[in-house]
């Protein structure tokens, strides 16, 4: 135990010694580096609200990628099954005319979620029938969502203005109450709330659940889950569409919540930073929420960075991916799957 807490001492020292020496390099100064970040992501009720609103996508993706991992799986194409349920957020929130918000939001939340689902599917399928790697059918559907949302939007009526690449905003009825109490100026919503809730649900699925149990198992060993008795295909594709259906729900926060219409290409990379929020977290549901935060403090506090200092704010990304490597290192296989 003692070893294993030197070690994430070890990794934290040097990843934040790099991180010090980029930024001296540039010609900053670190510490102020450090306070302005604060500054910018915690300084405020504003600058708090962004934060959290940076997390909430990435709580949703991390949570659609535990379930994956757990089920011993390597889902990487939640930034795709995102795409699919913005997408379908989009067209019913404008043209499904329906005046009550609570109904009308009900049936957007289940229609991303089978979006997701349902682009999940096919490679779901692939992999437990087939044996076909899940990364690379995964990776493929990814850019077929991509591509296949940008021609709808560009090529098609479902473009508001030829010099706009964008959908029709969605109705009044469809937009998730946004918490101005706190901040006029972001976008923080209710999504965010979905998300704790989810977060919970799982965490308590999967630590109290016959379900979370055997999917735990399998995520170990499919082999020895097999000999004990589970379905393990089952499972495995159970786990699989889970996790598309709450990537599509990071879609339907994004569209009902902040850009209030798809917009092409849509914003990339909540997908694949999920995978890393997850991986930190160890696949724990209440962990992510907070390594998901801890992100968007990282979003929002570069921002600020960027706009009162020369440095860029690319030195955050930098950080982050260097926080992911340390991470990795100290994983064992059992830790990826199993919590």
């Not at 600058?47 to 949703?60: G, K, M, N, R, V």
């Not at 059918?137 to 508001?160: C, D, G, Q, W």
């Not at 977060?199 to 020895?224: D, E, H, P, Q």
Request: hydrophobic share 50%.
């Amino acid at each position: 135990m003692t070893n294993k807490y030197n070690k994430y001492i070890f990794t934290s020292i040097i990843v934040t010694a790099l991180v010090f020496f980029f930024i001296w390099l540039g010609g900053g100064n670190p510490f102020t580096f450090i306070k302005n970040i604060i500054i910018g992501s915690l300084g405020s009720w504003d600058s708090i609200a962004f934060s959290l609103q940076y997390a909430t996508p990435l709580i949703f993706t991390g949570l659609a990628t535990a379930i994956s991992f757990r089920a011993g799986l390597f889902n990487i194409g939640i930034e795709g099954q995102l795409y699919m349920g913005a997408f379908v957020a989009a067209m019913l929130g404008y043209y499904l005319k329906i005046s009550n918000p609570v109904l009308h939001l009900s049936i957007i939340f289940i229609g991303s979620f089978l979006g997701g689902l349902l682009w999940a599917l096919f490679p779901a399928l692939l992999r437990v029938y087939y044996n076909v790697n899940e990364v690379i059918s995964t990776i493929m559907m990814n850019y077929i969502a991509l591509y296949l949302t940008n021609f709808f939007v560009m090529e098609t009526h479902l473009r508001v203005n030829p010099s706009l690449p964008f959908t029709h905003e969605i109705l009044p009825s469809a937009v998730l109450h946004k918490f101005t109490f706190l901040s006029k100026a972001s976008s923080l919503n209710t999504g965010f709330i979905i998300s704790l809730l989810i977060a919970v649900f799982l965490f308590i699925m999967f630590k109290y659940t016959k379900f979370g149990f055997k999917v735990n198992s399998i995520g170990l060993s499919n082999k020895a889950s097999s000999y004990a008795g589970f379905n393990v295909k089952k499972y495995m594709l159970v786990s699989m569409l889970i996790s598309g259906g709450i990537a599509g729900l990071a879609g339907f926060e994004q569209v009902c919540g902040v850009f209030n219409h798809f917009v092409s290409p849509f914003p990339e990379g909540y997908g694949y930073l999920g995978i890393a929020v997850s991986l930190m977290a160890k696949n724990n549901p209440l962990f992510i929420v907070l390594t998901s935060v801890l992100f968007g403090i990282f979003d929002a506090g570069s921002s600020f960075v960027d706009i009162i200092s020369n440095i860029p704010r690319e030195i955050i990304f930098v950080f982050e991916g260097l926080i992911i490597i340390a991470v990795s290192i100290n994983f064992k296989k059992k830790e990826v799957y199993n919590v």
